[in-house]
């Protein structure tokens, strides 16, 4: 048995074709078997150390001879799979074998043998065997890719399939006592981890003429393309422009193209896509891709063709992205509007003589991918000419109209359906830049025709009932885009406001009621709330007839409820409309007829937004809301970190851009045009905020001319002394302004104070009325209950009771008097009684005893509404159906 010494050495190849030295272990030997242990698949003894000096000796004559057994034994022995902790010493045999190719050619057979060798499973004695000798397996497989530099056609092409078996594992043949299958992705990330695809990307270069060997090895790369980490190596070797510029390189087998067309889309989706759009954005790429897609859009047949035609024209749209891409230097921009349009515009050019679409599901998608590179190229300005020497704007109008029943369409009903939303869209790109083609075609016309035949076959209802979300939001978006273009159209023009009348008023009335929860869905409500918003001022606001509508069918209440929402990004267009609106005398009276939740007024409304939009200004104000600051009652905490700066007399300062950046103007115009009086449902915090109000104007007065004495001194100027003591009067009347208004407010606050103490003692009052009743009550009831639970205390009641009713009466009678009686004899009660009891639950037999001997018992009482009645006689009837005298 053969065994290697301690010290053993070996040499590994790096990546880049460095070779270092490093100690190894034990070199492992596998000893001499039995034909049953062999049966079962074990290893036989091989000393690699040995077979390693053996190819590196070179002074015997017969060598070659020893060193060709030599490998042939170690293939014998290995023919199962590679042990791991042996990879590192079978590739330096791999790598002797290779280098002695050129001057011994019999050793390619062993060295393409060796290669199969790695096509089979990596084994593990131990677990952690992937790990402890992952260095060396990586390093091993980068050397394939240092090995493609032999130039050897059967070496190359024996690399390529072994790294093409790295993604297609097959099992052991037979099971190899001890060592179990590395996994199956293993091999596969010691190729990333070496860096095997950035070498076999630089290997192309020595490959130009040999269509084979380049045709393995783009086999290998797209099999490694489809990791991130190869594809970024293979980006950082310039994978995507070498491919790419020999894209049109001669091929019979057409596989070139298929494969690089799948590395090119690989790279794109798995490394940065930047990166590789820059590298494509060449002259020779595009020139390249050009020439593929003419030959496939012309002479291609198949179905396969087809396809590859589609993926080359996605690869196209991406690089046409980049506007440094030089689509028009190489033609390729004329080219596409060309096959974009040759089935509508008819063309001489040869390159679409006899050409026709079919309507295939791969030709629908030519189309609709050539529209959307048409929308990508326009954003390039020097592509107008070409657009308009193609007649686009005329090509994409054929879509716009109704079907023709009785023509022959090549696309089924569905597919021209879409293809008429594909070139509305791309219409809308292109019309803006190639307007005076748009109005020769008199463009404006056509697309309202279109919108009439879609209204009157149902398209918008059908569309709006069966839409989903994301349906939904296209419908949306059609309806902002409706409004603005009528807003665009009534803007300064009256005539065309009456035009859009009532009916026009009752659409956005009809926007304006949406739910208000839809506004955060993110569907296209807000978009289409500002457009309708932008509806009102455009299209209502001037014409008297529109605005009284709006008024009587409430759309002022519809304003205040948006306001009330408190949604900031509307606020300040909503409080502009109802300026504008204001100037209407009707306006007022629904202003102040409005109310919100908890019964809030406009009023208070817009005071609360008042003070909202102060406390985010950083105003300063006290906590009842009063002015702290006189001198600047309106400044916010932008206005304070400014240093006034002289400045030009047609640029704004400060003060006024302040006015067009909150809503404090707008507030202060609507509550002015309500008159600052009467107005209702306002509380003592509301009048203290109204007083600031109503003195927006005089503040910012005060503010400009404030500036205007700062820039003064800033600028070192003397104004003379009259202007000086206006100044200094002006800055005194505004400052004085400020301190009336903070007074005002502290006598509202005093007032408010006092009133609250006096409502609070009334409340007391109250209250203390409510307890001293409550007492009475329950005082009564005590005396109730000891009258009628005890004896003594009754019969006590009873004297007082007769003793009140004598007091009471006169002392004498006058003669022949008739003296009634207001007691009734015989009664047994504990509470004074009338003359009168009914119970109405006692059957008459059951009466008797106390109340039998009374003149009770004589009357007869009527079950009836109404008062109690005496009836003159008493009738018998059956005892069920008696009226009970009590």
């Known amino acids: 048995m053969w065994t290697a010494g301690a010290g053993a050495t070996a040499e590994v190849q790096e990546p880049g074709g460095k070779i270092r030295s490093r100690s190894t272990r034990h070199i492992p030997v596998v000893g001499v078997v039995t034909e049953d242990e062999e049966a079962q698949g074990a290893f036989k003894t091989m000393d690699l150390n040995r077979v390693i000096n053996l190819l590196e000796e070179t002074d015997k004559?017969?060598?070659?001879?020893?060193?060709?057994?030599?490998?042939?034994?170690l293939m014998q022995c290995y023919q199962n799979g590679l042990p791991l902790r042996d990879l590192a010493q079978i590739f330096k045999i791999l790598n002797l074998c290779a280098e002695k190719i050129e001057n011994q050619p019999h050793f390619i057979e062993s060295a393409c043998n060796i290669l199969k060798l790695c096509g089979l499973p990596f084994l593990k004695k131990k677990v952690s065997d992937e790990i402890t000798y992952a260095e060396d397996t990586a390093n091993s497989i980068a050397l394939l890719g240092e090995l493609m530099k032999i130039p050897n056609s059967e070496l190359r092409i024996q690399i390529c399939k072994c790294i093409v078996d790295f993604y297609h594992a097959e099992p052991p043949k037979k099971h190899i006592t001890g060592y179990q299958q590395a996994s199956s992705s293993y091999k596969i990330k010691m190729a990333e981890?070496?860096?095997?695809?950035?070498?076999?990307?630089?290997s192309l270069t020595l490959l130009e003429n040999q269509l084979v060997e380049k045709l393995w090895v783009l086999k290998a790369l797209q099999h490694l393309s489809t990791s991130e980490v190869n594809c970024t190596l293979m980006m950082k070797a310039q994978a995507a422009s070498g491919i790419c510029a020999h894209l049109n390189d001669p091929d019979p087998s057409g596989q070139l193209l298929f494969r690089s067309s799948e590395i090119l889309w690989n790279l794109l989706e798995k490394s940065p896509k930047e990166e590789i759009i820059q590298q494509l954005s060449n002259l020779e790429c595009l020139l390249a891709l050009k020439e593929v897609f003419k030959n496939l859009f012309m002479r291609g047949f198949s179905h396969y063709d087809h396809q590859l035609r589609n993926d080359i024209l996605v690869i196209t749209t991406i690089i046409a992205q980049n506007p440094g891409a030089p689509m028009i230097e190489c033609g390729f921009t004329r080219d596409l509007i060309l096959f974009a349009t040759f089935n509508e515009v008819k063309s001489q050019n040869p390159l679409v003589k006899g050409l026709k679409l079919s309507n295939s599901y791969e030709d629908f998608e030519l189309k609709k991918l050539l529209f959307n590179i048409i929308v990508i190229l326009c954003k390039?300005?020097?592509?107008?000419?070409?657009?308009?020497?193609?007649?686009?704007?005329?090509?994409?109008?054929?879509?716009?109209?109704?079907?023709?029943k009785h023509k022959i369409i090549e696309w089924s009903a569905a597919q021209y359906e879409e293809l008429q939303l594909h070139a509305i869209v791309t219409l809308s790109s292109v019309a803006p830049l190639l307007t005076e083609e748009y109005m020769l075609c008199q463009g404006n016309a056509r697309v309202l025709a279109f919108l009439e035949w879609c209204e009157s076959e149902g398209v918008f209802k059908n569309t709006i009932s069966k839409a989903n979300d994301k349906e939904e939001a296209i419908v949306l978006e059609i309806q902002s885009d409706i409004l603005l273009i009528l807003s665009g159209l009534c803007e300064h023009h009256i005539p065309r406001k009456e035009i859009f009348g009532t009916e026009g008023v009752d659409i956005i009335l009809r926007v304006m009621k949406t739910d208000p929860t839809k506004l955060q869905t993110g569907l296209g409500y807000n978009v289409l709330l500002f457009s309708t918003l932008d509806s009102i001022w455009c299209c209502i606001l001037g014409c008297y007839p529109s605005e009284?509508?709006?008024?009587?069918?409430?759309?002022?209440?519809?304003?205040l409820d948006l306001l009330a929402l408190n949604q900031k990004k509307f606020c300040n267009?909503?409080?502009?409309?109802?300026?504008?609106?204001?100037?209407?005398?009707?306006?007022?009276?629904?202003?102040?007829?409005?109310?919100g939740k908890k019964d809030q007024t406009a009023a208070s409304l817009l005071i609360k937004l008042w003070r909202k939009?102060?406390?985010?200004?950083?105003?300063?104000?006290?906590?009842?809301?009063?002015i702290i600051d006189t001198k600047k009652p309106l400044f916010t905490s932008f206005q304070e970190e400014q240093k006034i700066m002289p400045l030009p007399a047609n640029c704004p300062t400060l003060a006024v851009m302040d006015v067009a950046e909150n809503i404090r103007a707008k507030i202060y115009a609507v509550l002015g045009k309500l008159d600052f009086e009467n107005l209702p449902g306002l509380s003592a915090e509301d009048f203290v905020t109204l007083c600031i109000i109503h003195r927006y104007l005089d503040f910012k007065i005060g503010e400009i001319w404030n500036e205007i004495c700062e820039e003064i001194k800033l600028e070192k100027l003397r104004p003379v002394n009259t202007d000086k003591k206006i100044l200094e009067v002006i800055t005194t009347a505004s400052e004085n302004i400020g301190k009336m208004v903070a007074s005002?407010?502290?006598?509202?606050?005093?007032?408010?104070?006092?009133?609250?103490?006096?409502?609070?003692?009334?409340?007391?009052?109250?209250?203390?009325?409510?307890?001293?009743?409550?007492?009475?009550?329950?005082?009564?009831?005590?005396?109730?209950?000891?009258r009628t639970s005890n004896t003594k205390t009754l019969k006590k009641a009873k004297r007082l009771q007769e003793k009140a009713i004598e007091s009471s009466r006169y002392g004498e009678h006058p003669p022949n008097a008739i003296f009634h009686r207001t007691d009734i004899k015989g009664l047994n009660t504990t509470v004074p009684s009338g003359r009168v009891v009914t119970v109405e639950s006692t059957p008459a037999r059951l009466l008797g005893g106390p109340l039998a001997d009374t003149d009770i018992a004589l009357k007869k009482l009527p079950i009836r509404g109404g008062a109690l009645q005496k009836v003159k006689a008493v009738k018998t009837v059956n005892e069920s159906k008696k009226s009970v005298p009590t």
């Open 548 to 559: 009284d509508y709006f008024l009587e069918k409430e759309g002022i209440f519809l304003l």
């Open 573 to 595: 267009l909503i409080l502009g409309i109802m300026v504008e609106f204001c100037d209407n005398p009707k306006t007022a009276a629904h202003v102040n007829a409005w109310r």
């Open 613 to 626: 939009e102060e406390k985010e200004l950083g105003v300063k104000r006290d906590k009842h809301g009063m």
């Open 380 to 404: 390039d300005l020097p592509t107008i000419q070409l657009l308009i020497d193609g007649k686009v704007i005329l090509a994409l109008f054929t879509y716009l109209k109704k079907p023709e």
């Open 61 to 73: 004559d017969d060598l070659e001879e020893k060193q060709l057994k030599s490998v042939k034994k």
């Open 193 to 202: 981890v070496g860096g095997l695809a950035k070498t076999m990307v630089q």
């Open 744 to 786: 005002l407010q502290s006598e509202m606050i005093e007032s408010q104070a006092n009133q609250d103490v006096q409502n609070e003692q009334k409340v007391y009052t109250k209250i203390q009325a409510t307890h001293k009743q409550r007492e009475l009550a329950n005082k009564s009831w005590e005396n109730f209950l000891a």
